[in-house]
């Protein structure tokens, strides 16, 4: 199996290009900022029942509490793009570091009900952020031959997050009374690393050639083993004629716009953030017991995780479109299995976790793998942070539908898992047509091309 490490032969012209290390460790390190954002998101699993008998929450409260994290994220993501196209990509993801590394802190240490909702909170501005430069920067510092699988990166240290956060929950629910904090606590960890390692890459060169920087973007570029270098430093100021005050919201972005907003809003409607919130919750009304029920999820992770890693090995020799398709078709199978179980008599019914397994790992071969590599692509450097953040936007909006909706459907009535199951079964049966008539492919093309092929006019 090919990995992010190896060559790409089906990448390769009559034009030898060899993998570029020095693009690999910066877009690595910028990932980095993924594995706390998907650590962050699931950590709350396991301490959310500790947390609200600790300050006797009412069922209202305690969504609130868990719902903070969201709430914060929907800002961030809509907030983040001004920032790094004035600023920087670099000085924001620094930013997002010291976010992280604050909330995790707060989190675990604090004994004041308010102050654990504020440090909530702040965790979640950087998730939303993090969502929008990380993939931003990595897309644009990476060659095109390599950039499915960088960018791709970022994805994969979400899930890997995820994993981590479902383990280390699982292995440390047996710490006694502060179990929770150490269970939010290690995210310093992370933190801390990140915060020290991102200072250490540069920033990036199209956001510099923006800010007619042209000789720094240049070594850049050679720095990657971008042999295009000075064509692109062309067709981006023709790109970018009306530089950083641009609007997004004009015609001739309609295309793009409509494709992020639509693969972003697909992407949760598939029902995986009601999984990775509720993963205990699902468990138990399949028959679980406790300890089973907070077990299951490590699985859930590790098949994410896994094929996330496999995805990343085809995303630049299949290309976006290709896996999406595959994804669906899966997708659509293990929804409807699911579904079906719900319908019945789930008492002690094994299968239910391996038809979420499928899910999750179709999903991760697919949607999870290409959403951030997608947005990033299609938008032209001139609106590009903007046009992330509004997928990014898109995408936590509907997040948080799902997860606040999610219990309320089930609890209403004994066949709410089914008809929640149902409804994801369908919508990603649109997810598969709105693919298959109307996405265009970007596997392989520079981002100035991507914007030639959306008839984006210079």
Request: glycine share 10%; proline share 3%.
């Amino acid at each position: 199996m090919q990995t992010i490490f190896e060559k790409d032969p089906g990448a390769l012209t009559s034009t030898h290009r060899p993998i570029s290390y020095y693009a690999l460790r910066v877009s690595l390190i910028a990932a980095l900022g993924g594995f706390l954002f998907g650590f962050e998101t699931a950590v709350i699993s396991g301490a959310e029942k500790t947390i609200q008998q600790l300050w006797s929450l009412s069922s209202g409260w305690q969504g609130f509490t868990v719902a903070s994290s969201l709430i914060g994220t929907v800002l961030g993501s809509l907030v983040a793009g001004a920032p790094a196209q004035r600023y920087g990509r670099k000085k924001v993801l620094m930013f997002i570091a010291l976010l992280y590394v604050v909330s995790a802190i707060g989190c675990a240490s604090t004994r004041v009900w308010a102050l654990f909702v504020l440090f909530r909170f702040v965790g979640g501005l950087a998730v939303g952020a993090s969502s929008v430069v990380g993939p931003m920067y990595i897309s644009e510092i990476a060659p095109a031959h390599m950039r499915g699988r960088l960018a791709g990166s970022f994805q994969l240290n979400i899930v890997f997050g995820i994993f981590i956060a479902f383990l280390t929950n699982f292995l440390f629910k047996g710490l006694g009374d502060d179990s929770w904090r150490w269970m939010l606590g290690i995210m310093l960890v992370p933190a801390a690393i990140f915060a020290i390692l991102v200072r250490t890459i540069p920033e990036s060169p199209r956001w510099l050639v923006l800010n007619n920087r042209d000789d720094e973007a240049r070594r850049i570029f050679e720095r990657t083993g971008d042999t295009e270098a000075l064509t692109h430093i062309r067709e981006e100021h023709a790109l970018a004629r009306n530089g950083i005050n641009e609007r997004l919201f004009q015609r001739k972005f309609i295309k793009p716009i409509l494709f992020a907003v639509l693969l972003a809003m697909f992407n949760q409607l598939a029902g995986i953030n009601a999984i990775l919130y509720y993963a205990p919750r699902i468990f138990e009304m399949a028959g679980y017991g406790h300890d089973q029920a907070y077990l299951q999820p490590v699985f859930i992770g590790l098949a994410n995780l896994l094929f996330t890693l496999l995805a990343m090995s085809f995303i630049d020799r299949f290309g976006r479109k290709t896996l999406l398709i595959i994804g669906s078709l899966g997708m659509i199978l293990f929804l409807g299995l699911t579904a079906w179980a719900f319908k019945g008599e789930l008492s002690g019914n094994g299968a239910v976790v391996w038809y979420l397994v499928g899910f999750i790992a179709f999903f991760a071969f697919s949607q999870g793998a290409v959403i951030w590599v997608f947005i990033s692509e299609i938008f032209p450097n001139s609106v590009r942070s903007q046009g992330g953040s509004l997928g990014s936007f898109t995408h936590w909006i509907m997040a948080a539908i799902i997860s606040w909706t999610f219990p309320v459907i089930v609890e209403s009535s004994p066949s709410g898992g089914y008809y929640s199951f149902l409804f994801y079964t369908v919508m990603m049966v649109l997810h598969l047509l709105f693919v298959w008539k109307f996405l265009p492919e970007t596997k392989g093309k520079s981002l100035e091309q991507i914007q030639r092929d959306l008839g984006i006019e210079k």
